[in-house]
């Protein structure tokens, strides 16, 4: 349709369709609620998945054992064998962060009673203790 | 009818709008973008403080950390400079944590609440306590970070927390008949065991799936037909594009956790029932005697309103509060409306409480 200025407006091709494409959606909208809202879609959709969890079983199995065998003959760590390792990691972060934990605690209290002890003697230089809190991996990183 | 040359005219425009998007359907929005530094990891999950913007004489001297679900990343918290609930709690003198949960490996398939609620958070906590100077804390969790709260703040209630914020809680599952989610995975039709025994972690793409087919026409056509309806409004367009980058990050959730979900909440309402155990201990929800502040959203239809209504009696707080706001579960908070509600009432509520 032109413009009275003589240049064209731009056409949406869906223009025309976009009040009856919303009702229907509206609708739709309602019906999909509510079947999905039903006892009978629960029903179906567990099974479902139930039984491609069990149908898929026996190849799950085979292939996990067969991946097992040849990972073995390769000397390669398995799945399990990684995540085995993976868990002695997290408890050894866990402990080191417990560490972490105390050696805040001990400077607190270390720069708490050492205010004044430090104007009678000179500071004493704690670079090792610097340098390590530095190099934690819980330092503080801006991202 | 239409005319040859106006049909030529308009197929730049339309060409435009596709290309438009196909680009926000293949690319990802930058979210997440209020600056923040690491203080602290273990495993997976990371504590973030965000660099404060208000003088410190001026801050609010209770440290806030957020806590979010297992499930889907707490960049919803941050969606966007400009509509971002950290970048507005920042902006009024919180000094903000938040903790990232990150995503679940298969070691991790053994994870359960009890290992959230009492080993990363505790952890997580003493961390923030140490560096922000304060014995004190505000906790804020949403959705199932609710959840580990309001485990956390039950058994651990020596620990220094002196708020408790919690949105969108799903923590009562007695009325069944609203529950969706319920009736799909009742013991008669979802064998949790036989999913986890075959993934060992929740994969992401089936809670994805849970969450949408809730709405399915909404989430799998009408969204997409809205974001065509307004690809002209840069706002819009804008909004939509980093709400669907955060949508489509998905993840697996800890088996264990997922276990814990299904069995001992959804079917059997433990939290609520007193039965809960968490390391051989039940949680008693009396022993939670934080400053309460729940947030409902009355559209929520994830976590509907009946879910997170019944918890002020059965808690030990003597200052609680309900505030009910239209939206839905995650509108409440990254919502076009959410900086004109539910932010100031939190900030309003929290800051009276937190000198």
Partial sequence: MAADNGTSAPVDPFESFRALRDVYLENMSKVMINAVNSEEYAQVTGAMLNSSLTLSAPFREALDKAMLAALQQLSIPSRQQVVNLAEQLTNLEMRLDDMDAKLDRIAALFSATRSPVAEASPPVSRPSAAAAKSSRRAGARKV | ?355
């Fill in chain 2, 1 to 355: 009818m239409m005319q040859t040359e106006e049909l030529s005219a308009s197929w730049p425009v339309f060409d435009e709008k596709l290309k438009t998007f196909h680009r926000l359907l293949t690319t990802k929005a930058a979210i997440g973008q209020t600056p923040k530094e690491l203080v602290w990891t273990l495993n997976k999950a990371k504590l973030y403080r965000y660099i404060p913007v208000v003088a410190p004489e001026a801050r609010h001297r209770v440290p806030l950390l957020l806590i979010f679900a297992l499930m889907n990343r707490p960049t919803i918290m941050d969606l966007r400079p400009g509509h971002s609930f950290v970048e507005y709690m920042v902006g009024k003198g919180y000094d903000v944590f938040l903790l990232d949960w990150g995503t679940p490996g298969p070691e991790d398939k053994d994870l359960k609440f009890d290992d959230y609620a009492l080993d990363y958070m505790p952890r997580a906590i003493r961390k923030m306590q140490m560096v922000s100077g304060s014995s004190e804390f505000s906790l804020l969790g949403w959705c199932i970070g609710a959840i580990l709260t309001t485990i956390y703040a039950s058994m651990r209630p020596q620990d220094g927390l002196r708020n408790l914020l919690l949105l969108t809680a799903p923590l009562d599952f007695s009325d069944r008949q609203q529950l969706t989610f319920a009736r799909w995975t009742d013991e008669r039709y979802f064998d949790v065991d036989q999913l986890l025994a075959t993934f060992g972690n929740m994969p992401g793409e089936m809670i994805d799936y849970g969450s949408k087919a809730l709405k399915p026409v909404e989430n799998y056509v009408t969204n997409y037909i809205r974001l065509w309806d307004n690809l002209d409004n840069p706002r819009a367009v804008e909004s939509w594009h980093a709400m669907h980058t955060w949508v489509k990050d998905i993840f697996p959730m800890a088996g264990g956790a997922y276990r814990q979900l299904i069995v001992d909440l959804y079917r059997n309402n433990r939290l609520m029932k007193g039965e809960l155990k968490i390391r051989g201990e039940l949680v008693d929800l009396k022993r939670l005697r934080a400053n309460l502040l729940t947030v409902i959203a009355e559209g929520d239809h994830l976590t509907p309103p009946c879910q997170s209504e019944t918890i002020l009696p059965q808690v030990g707080s003597t200052d609680a509060e309900i505030y009910r706001v239209r939206g839905g579960h995650i509108g409440i908070m990254a919502g076009s409306g959410a900086h004109k509600q539910t932010w100031p009432h939190i900030d309003g509520w929290l800051g009276a409480r937190s000198h």
